[in-house]
């Protein structure tokens, strides 16, 4: 995001944790590249489990100082509800 969107938030923190629409969590850490706030640990792993592809959109609600709600839509326009169960297939996969 544009450093410019980060006056909207009171402080920017280096954690957000995700909750998506399954109230599923997810922490992510963000870090300052190219003039920028960008995704960085835990981002790839979200979007892998998520199945989040290329045309799909992805909407982040700020909740709490450190939660942002996230919806995706498919490139339809439908939202994409993700089963609880997919996070533990992505832990098992990785040990």
């Not at 599923?24 to 590249?33: F, G, P």
């Not at 939660?67 to 994409?80: A, P, R």
Request: glycine fraction near 6%; include cysteine.
């Amino acid at each position: 995001m544009p450093l410019d969107f980060t006056k909207h938030f009171v402080t920017v923190t280096t954690e957000f944790m995700f909750r998506n629409n399954t109230s599923c969590s997810w922490k992510v850490t963000v870090k300052l590249m190219n003039g920028r706030v960008t995704l960085d640990q835990g981002w790839a792993i979200y979007a892998a489990v998520h199945q989040i592809k290329i045309g799909y959109m992805v909407t982040f609600k700020l909740l709490t100082p450190v939660t942002l709600k996230v919806i995706i839509f498919d490139e339809d326009g439908t939202e994409v509800v993700n089963k609880y169960g997919k996070h533990d297939e992505a832990f098992a996969a990785k040990e």
